[in-house]
């Protein structure tokens, strides 16, 4: 798990997201005690020192808008893991996933308005705190953003959207002291991933960047699809 984090952190490094898209399927069935709070702390964490990283490069209208719509679907999750199943729901969001990539590819263009951004947070909201992996809707919306303004207005709305989710986790019983613990003695790992990424990112170009993020959603889709089917 140490050498998968660190990986993530370099893929998130770079494209701005990939941590939790790689970790969080793995993660659950070979260390089901990472998910989903200790990577929703290491990827907050990760998100917030990329978000520090460019700074200057942070489009905070989208942030913004992004951040209400990740508080409103944080809190569905919340209810849905109180009181129903959330497999089959994962199973959709991820299908969703999958069918949008396919159409971003065949030139379908989703813009980064305030609309889509708020939906696009609802999504991510709802999505991160069941499974660890909300990255994806704001993947799609975002993908024609310049890589810097990307990565650093990803860095805020993942990392605030992640606090927002602990904190409805820790109200839920579902996140405490042992694993905060598990998070911190995996933290080097992700240090040193995101380390490695301060040496790759200047070297990627914007359309690698594009081609990097739809590829994560995909694989992260098709991880809770395995994850799915594995339980």
């Not at 969080?24 to 907050?44: D, Q, R, S």
């Not at 199973?91 to 159409?103: C, D, H, N, Q, T």
């Not at 809707?137 to 709305?157: C, D, E, N, S």
């Not at 040496?199 to 992260?220: F, H, M």
Request: aromatic share 6%; with cysteine.
């Amino acid at each position: 798990m140490g050498a998968l984090i660190l990986a993530g952190a370099c893929l998130q490094g770079v494209g701005g997201i990939g941590f939790a898209m790689l970790c969080a399927p793995l993660g659950a069935i070979f260390f089901p005690e990472l998910v989903p709070g200790p990577l929703l702390a290491m990827g907050c964490c990760l998100s917030l020192m990329g978000a520090l990283r460019e700074r200057d490069a942070i489009v905070w209208p989208v942030a913004g808008f992004a951040l209400v719509g990740r508080a409103v679907g944080g809190a569905a999750a919340v209810l849905t893991i109180a009181w129903l199943a959330p497999g089959p729901l994962a199973v959709l969001f991820s299908l969703s996933i999958l069918a949008a990539v396919a159409l971003s590819l065949l030139g379908w263009r989703l813009l980064p308005g305030a609309r889509n951004v708020v939906i696009a947070g609802t999504l991510s909201g709802f999505m991160g705190t069941i499974t660890s992996a909300g990255a994806p809707p704001f993947a799609l919306v975002m993908q024609h953003m310049a890589p810097a303004p990307m990565r650093a207005t990803m860095g805020t709305i993942l990392s605030g959207g992640a606090v927002l989710s602990l904190a409805m986790l820790t109200l839920a019983g579902r996140f405490g002291m042992p694993q905060l613990l598990l998070a911190l003695a995996l933290a080097p790992f992700l240090l040193a991933g995101f380390a490695l990424s301060n040496r790759l990112r200047g070297r990627v170009s914007a359309q690698a960047v594009r081609r990097l993020l739809l590829g994560l959603c995909a694989a992260g889709a098709l991880g809770v699809l395995g994850r799915a089917a594995f339980a």
